[in-house]
């Protein structure tokens, strides 16, 4: 299955990238250039999606990039994750 949310990144002052998920609380990415920080945001989301899936929990409503209030500065990414379901990955 496959599941799209969006993540605001920022580059910092000492020029690495930051980004964190809206939608998915306290779920993080950084890296040295954006394609990495993009990469580990999407690593860190594959981790909250299915940690949140095995424990029965419901995921949250994915906000619209264009509603997402930016600061100077900010760009929004949507992350693709897909998660293979299997026989039994909910026992």
């Not at 799209?4 to 020029?15: C, D, H, L, N």
Request: proline content about 4%; glycine content about 8%.
């Amino acid at each position: 299955m496959k599941f799209i949310y969006p993540a605001v990144f920022r580059k910092t002052e000492e020029g690495t990238y930051k980004g964190y998920f809206p939608d998915l609380e306290s779920c993080y990415g950084e890296g040295d250039t954006l394609d990495e920080a993009i990469e580990n945001a999407n690593a860190a989301a594959f981790d909250w999606i299915s940690l949140e899936l095995d424990e029965g929990g419901q995921l949250p409503e994915i906000s619209e990039p264009d509603d997402i209030e930016l600061q100077e500065g900010e760009i929004v990414r949507n992350i693709s994750v897909n998660i293979r379901f299997y026989e039994g990955w909910d026992e």
